[in-house]
């Protein structure tokens, strides 16, 4: 089974910067792009970016454009999530998966999540 690992998380000051790492194992061939969501306390789990696993695409949520910035490393098989001027409503677990289709934003169109890293962002 191919399997996700999210690092990274922590606590920051409004304003801060942190980055998130999304590691895979057992194989991916099969899968078009790696997303990035996010589920803060009493809310829905929303749709943060994504980006191909060659690279070549890659989307963002409204909220986070322009502040965050999705990346791939192919050789290290991990996907990363520099976050910028991180606000209070930043706050939450963030989650990566894996997806078939280039832009998905649903979370019915991705699978073989990992575990979530907490991102808390005080003000």
């Known amino acids: 089974q191919v399997q996700l690992v999210e690092s990274g998380g922590g606590l920051v000051q409004a304003g801060g910067s942190l980055r998130l790492t999304c590691t895979a194992s057992?194989?991916?061939?099969?899968?078009?792009?790696m997303g990035w969501f996010r589920q803060a306390p009493g809310k829905e789990r929303e749709f943060v970016g994504s980006?191909?696993?060659?690279?070549?695409?890659?989307d963002y949520a409204d909220s986070v454009k322009g502040r965050f910035t999705i990346s791939i490393d192919n050789a290290k098989n991990t996907a990363n999530l520099q976050m910028n001027s991180l606000k209070p409503e930043d706050t939450a677990v963030y989650y990566c998966?894996?997806?078939?289709?280039?832009?998905?934003?649903?979370?019915?169109?991705?699978?073989?999540w990992g575990q979530g890293t907490q991102v808390a962002v005080s003000s």
């Open positions: 057992g194989g991916i061939f099969r899968y078009n792009v």
């Open positions: 998966a894996l997806g078939g289709i280039y832009g998905a934003r649903r979370i019915g169109e991705y699978g073989n």
């Open positions: 980006i191909s696993w060659n690279g070549g695409s890659i």
